[in-house]
């Protein structure tokens, strides 16, 4: 089969090529699955070029991708099952995030085949096509387990998502407004009717204002880019308020070398139990029952993808680069 392979870490136009390569075997659990389309977030760029070197030691690999082939999200077509397994069935057609709980790896799904824990699959709703379902998985899960769960987003709240325009945040923008919530949506000026489009009641350009100097306050402020200090986002806060910190460090940027977004987000997490704005850790519903969710809301309506651009398989290097740039609406596609 044709996969996308690293063999170390660094810029992915020097560590990425496209290559022929055994097909995986479904074992004890897991399904085998055609994969038609597959995505790139923040989270693949971490895992090819290395950074943060935390990474490394948090199962990546030290000097190299203990798996070699990128990826942790797709949506394809079942083709063999393997023992144990009780659904999904030869034939369906479903998405999902391939990864453990930590995203910071390779995953394997920039492939034309992957071996996939069936748990963590579920159907494409009829609605999507396999690149928009592609589009779903880690940033909707994101979204969800935030807004919901840290956040615990009521209906009639006022809720500011900073970053709204990328991967994470059409997805939030939406989803505070599926939970009735009314919505402030923060990025730069081009991204904004787009946003405005998916549901947005008020939007800010970032390049022009600074919402923490409006004289707004929400109930809760989604940060999923900010360099902002917590004394600046706390102006922009209620008394009772909640801020909830995705931690996107702009593609190593902003991040701290070894540690990335943890070096911001670990002593911000410390103050928790004094500062009852900053929730801590929330613990919620499984990620099948999450997925369920998204499936859901997928059907009905209340959530749709968005798609900036998509690229072939050969192309992923330039789609990650593409990415980096942080001019992409929504989310990058591969078709495989």
Do not use: C
Not at 117 to 124: K, S
Not at 151 to 161: E, P, T
Not at 212 to 235: E, K
């Amino acid at each position: 089969m044709r996969a996308v392979v690293q063999d170390k870490y660094g810029e992915p136009a020097d560590v990425l090529s496209v290559r022929d390569v055994p097909r995986p075997v479904a074992g004890p659990g897991e399904v085998l699955v055609r994969v038609h389309a597959s995505s790139v977030h923040a989270d693949v760029w971490h895992a090819v070029s290395g950074q943060p070197y935390v990474l490394r030691l948090m199962g990546s690999g030290v000097r190299a991708p203990k798996i070699g082939v990128p990826g942790t999200d797709l949506a394809g077509v079942v083709e063999l099952v393997g023992s144990g397994v009780r659904g999904p069935d030869i034939g369906d057609r479903v998405f999902g995030e391939v990864t453990p709980t930590n995203q910071w790896r390779n995953g394997g799904a920039l492939a034309q085949y992957a071996a996939v824990p069936a748990d963590r699959l579920a159907r494409i709703p009829d609605v999507l096509s396999f690149e928009a379902a592609a589009a779903v998985p880690t940033p909707a899960l994101i979204a969800l387990m935030n807004l919901r769960d840290e956040g615990r987003v009521r209906a009639g709240q006022r809720v500011l998502v900073n970053g709204a325009g990328g991967g994470v945040g059409v997805y939030a923008v939406q989803m505070a407004k599926a939970f009735g919530a009314e919505v402030t949506a923060v990025d730069a000026g081009p991204k904004l009717p787009m946003l405005t489009e998916l549901g947005a009641d008020h939007v800010i350009d970032y390049t022009q204002y600074d919402f923490t100097q409006m004289g707004q306050r929400y109930d809760i402020v989604l940060d999923v880019v900010s360099q902002l200090p917590f004394a600046r986002i706390r102006q922009a806060l209620e008394p009772d308020g909640t801020f909830v910190l995705i931690g996107h460090d702009q593609y190593g940027q902003s991040g701290h070398r070894w540690l990335g977004s943890m070096g911001r987000m670990l002593p911000l997490l410390a103050t928790a139990p004094f500062r009852r704005q900053i929730p801590g850790i929330r613990s919620g519903p499984s990620r099948q029952a999450n997925m369920a969710t998204l499936v859901e809301m997928l059907t009905d309506g209340r959530l749709r993808p968005v798609v900036d651009r998509t690229f072939a398989l050969e192309d992923v290097p330039a789609a990650i680069s593409y990415l980096a740039s942080g001019h992409a609406v929504g989310r990058v596609v591969i078709s495989i």
